[in-house]
């Protein structure tokens, strides 16, 4: 079974900091990893994707990820908040063996970014 | 480019009543897939396609139905909406196994605000 836990449901920033948010998973096998972004009254965006190789993973807005399989983590930052950045973050993993492609996702982490 | 589009965008809806939801996509992909999003609980797998014909349930399929007759549409039906359907309804796509790469990728559309009052 598979599943992921996002620690903090509400991160508040300053302009120009560093973003950090956080994303545990559970996978029994080789897990591919998603981070999704979703504005105000839409749908949801691909951020960035972890399948296989490089363990850190640079994705769109300037924001990257790392994938760390000794602490089951699949954290995202960015160097530098921008007021655009506010959003609903949401990490996601599924099993690269599975036939359906089918995603779990975590609860989301509202970001909030302060002027 | 379209890519995935749902409708209605908005819909209300008194206890008992039935509706459809409509996904469209014209990227060709193999792979549908319709969620629901309720605050605080992300999103939740209701019921996928992997092809034309075929549908299959998610985590949470009851009070729901679903069908794929073509392969660029998926159809969510509530037979008998209930106050516990209230919620944002979210379509997606994937390549499937078209392309390697990008299977994983799920592609999604803008949503539909449902409330059953």
């Known amino acids: 079974a598979q599943s992921v836990t996002q620690l903090g449901s509400h991160v508040s920033v300053s302009e120009g900091a560093l973003v950090l948010l956080r994303c545990n998973y559970s996978s029994s096998v080789p897990p591919y990893l998603f981070w999704y972004v979703q504005y105000p009254n839409q749908g949801l965006q691909l951020l960035l994707k972890?399948?296989?190789?490089?363990?850190l993973v640079k994705g769109i807005n300037g924001f990257e990820a790392e994938f760390k399989k000794s602490e089951t983590s699949f954290h995202l930052t960015k160097p530098s908040a921008h007021m655009s950045d506010a959003a609903e973050y949401f990490c996601?993993?599924?099993?690269?063996?599975?036939?359906?492609?089918?995603?779990?996702f975590g609860t989301g982490t509202l970001l909030a970014v302060q002027p | 480019n379209a890519g995935v589009t749902q409708t209605p965008k908005f819909r209300v809806l008194k206890t008992g009543q039935s509706m459809t939801l409509l996904c469209a996509q014209d990227m060709n992909h193999e792979y549908m897939y319709w969620y629901r999003q309720d605050p605080g609980m992300g999103l939740r797998l209701i019921h996928y396609s992997v092809g034309e014909g075929t549908t299959a349930k998610g985590e949470v399929p009851d009070g729901y139905n679903v069908s794929r007759l073509k392969k660029q549409n998926f159809l969510l039906g509530l037979e008998s909406a209930a106050p516990s359907q209230t919620s944002v309804y979210f379509c997606?796509?994937?390549?499937?196994?078209?392309?390697?790469?990008?299977?994983?990728?799920?592609?999604f559309g803008a949503g539909t605000r449902l409330s059953v009052l």
């Open positions: 996601a993993v599924s099993g690269p063996g599975g036939a359906t492609n089918k995603l779990i």
């Open positions: 972890y399948t296989t190789g490089a363990t």
């Open positions: 997606a796509s994937s390549p499937g196994t078209q392309r390697a790469l990008a299977k994983n990728i799920q592609y």
